[in-house]
C-alpha cells in the first residue's frame, strides 16, 4: 500500500506546480469561461480566455502530463498521474487548460501507439501542441453500442480509399470548430467469423465532404459548447488506406488500448469533481442555521458529510490501485480494476454531488455554484466508455472464473505479486 501511495519526487513537483497554477489562474477565471461560452455570439468559437490560459500552463512546462513518452510529455506513470488528473478534474475547465482534455488524449495516445509516421505528424504533432483538437466517433444511434459488435457503420476499400457510409452520435469534441480530426470505428469485414475483427479504426478529416454535422445534443440541456457532442452523417465519405489506424480488423485492440488509460483519468478527474462538491457542501452547512443551530450541526448533515468522506477516500484508493496494477502488470491483468473504479467512480460522484445540492437548497439547483452542471457531467460517465452494466458483467465473470478455474486467480496473484 505505502507503494501507491507515495509519489515519486518528479509528480510530487508537478502536483505543488499544478495546484498552485489551479489557484491563482483556472479557478479564479471559471465564472468569466462559463459566461464567455454562455453568451458569445457563435457558441462554437474557441474561448480567448482559455487560449491565453493554455498558454501560459505550456510556458510554466504544464503541458501534456497525460503521457507517459518523455520526449512528449511528463513521462509520468499511470500512478504519478492520477493524483494530477484528480487536481485537473476539479473544474470543469481544468483539464484542456493542460491540454489533458477528453477525447484529445486518448486519441493522442492511439496515435502515440499505433499510428503511422505520416499519422504523427499530420495529426499527432498538432494535438500535442493545442493547434486543433479532434473527436472520437464510435457510439452510434441505431443499435445499442454498450456491444460496441454491433456498431455497423460502413467501411469499404474501393480502390486506393475507403467509402464511409453510416451515422454516429455522440461524437465528443464535434462541436468545437477547432476540430479537425475524428477517429472513427466502423466495420470493415462484416462477414469475419471473428466479431472481434469485424472492425476497424480509421481517420477522418472533419472537412473531408460528405462529413455532416446534424446536430448538437444537449446533455441534461447543456450544451457543453464549445465542445460539444455531435451526431454526425457519413455519405459516400472517401479517405485514402493510410488512415487506416494500425490495419484492417484491429479496431477492437485499439479500443482496449485507448480506454484502459481513458477510465483511469475520467475516474480520477470525477473524484476531484466529488471532492469539490464535499468542499462546497461543507462550507454550505457550516454558513447556514436552521432550528436554532448551524445545519451541519444537524446529525443527518453529519451522516452524510461522513458518508462522503469514506466513499471519495475508497473510490480514491480503488482507483490507485487499479494505476498500479496498470503500471506493474499490465492492463489485462488489471481488467477487473478497471472496471471496478468505472463503476464506482461515477456513482460515487453523483451521490456526493446530490447531497451538495440538496446542502443548497434552492441555490443547488440553479447554476449558482456550478452543482447541476456538475452532476449532469457526471452522470453521463455511468454510460460513456461502457454503460455500468457492461462493466459489472465483466467484473462478475472474471470472479466467477476463479472458481470455475483456479488456475486463473492463482496465475492472476502471481502476476500481481
Not at 513521462?75 to 481544468?94: K, Q, T, V
Not at 460513456?384 to 478455474?405: C, F, S, T
Request: glycine share 8%.
Amino acid at each position: 500500500m505505502a507503494d501507491i501511495l507515495q509519489l515519486s519526487p518528479e509528480a510530487a513537483d508537478y502536483k505543488a506546480r499544478l495546484e498552485r497554477f489551479m489557484d491563482e489562474h483556472v479557478y479564479p477565471n471559471e465564472a468569466a469561461l462559463f459566461e464567455t461560452a454562455d453568451t458569445q455570439e457563435d457558441r462554437w468559437e474557441p474561448l480567448a480566455l482559455m487560449e491565453e490560459l493554455k498558454a501560459k500552463a505550456r510556458a510554466e512546462g504544464l503541458w501534456n502530463l497525460f503521457l507517459p513518452d518523455s520526449e512528449l510529455g511528463a513521462g509520468l506513470s499511470n500512478l504519478d498521474y492520477a493524483p494530477l488528473a484528480e487536481i485537473m478534474g476539479r473544474s470543469h475547465w481544468g483539464p484542456e487548460v493542460f491540454n489533458c482534455n477528453a477525447p484529445d488524449t486518448g486519441n493522442m495516445e492511439v496515435l502515440v501507439r499505433y499510428g503511422t509516421e505520416e499519422q504523427k505528424k499530420r495529426w499527432l504533432k498538432p494535438l500535442l501542441d493545442g493547434k486543433i483538437r479532434s473527436g472520437f466517433a464510435m457510439t452510434e444511434p441505431k443499435v445499442a453500442s454498450s456491444d460496441a459488435t454491433n456498431i455497423a457503420i460502413s467501411i469499404v476499400k474501393d480502390g486506393e480509399d475507403y467509402v464511409i457510409n453510416g451515422r454516429k452520435w455522440w461524437t465528443s469534441g464535434a462541436g468545437d470548430k477547432r476540430c479537425k480530426i475524428l477517429i472513427l470505428m466502423g466495420k470493415t469485414d462484416p462477414d469475419n467469423p471473428d466479431r472481434h475483427r469485424q472492425q476497424s479504426m480509421i481517420l477522418v478529416p472533419m472537412d473531408t465532404p460528405g462529413v455532416n454535422k446534424e446536430r448538437m445534443l444537449p446533455v441534461f440541456g447543456y450544451l457543453d459548447a464549445p465542445h460539444g457532442h455531435g451526431q454526425l452523417s457519413f455519405h459516400d465519405v472517401r479517405v485514402p488506406q493510410e488512415n487506416v489506424i494500425l490495419g484492417e480488423g484491429r479496431g477492437f485492440e485499439i479500443a482496449q488500448g485507448r480506454l484502459g488509460p481513458g477510465r483511469i483519468h475520467h475516474c480520477m478527474r470525477t473524484i476531484g469533481r466529488a471532492e469539490r462538491a464535499l468542499e462546497k457542501m461543507c462550507r454550505r452547512l457550516d454558513a447556514r442555521s436552521a432550528f436554532g443551530k448551524r445545519i451541519s450541526d444537524q446529525t443527518v448533515w453529519m451522516e452524510r458529510i461522513a458518508e462522503s468522506r469514506i466513499a471519495i477516500d475508497q473510490a480514491r484508493l480503488l482507483t490507485l490501485k487499479a494505476a498500479y496494477m496498470m503500471d506493474t502488470v499490465g492492463n489485462k491483468a488489471a481488467q477487473a480494476e478497471i472496471a471496478m473504479i468505472k463503476v464506482v467512480a461515477p456513482n460515487m460522484a453523483c451521490k456526493v454531488i446530490d447531497w451538495a445540492i440538496q446542502a443548497h437548497g434552492g441555490a443547488g439547483v440553479c447554476d449558482d455554484f456550478g452543482l447541476p452542471y456538475d452532476y449532469a457531467t457526471i452522470r453521463t460517465l455511468r454510460i460513456a466508455d461502457g454503460p455500468d452494466e457492461v462493466h459489472r458483467n465483466h467484473i462478475a465473470k472474471i470472479e466467477l472464473r476463479k472458481y470455475r478455474d483456479p488456475g486463473v486467480e492463482r496465475h492472476r496473484k502471481q502476476s500481481a505479486d
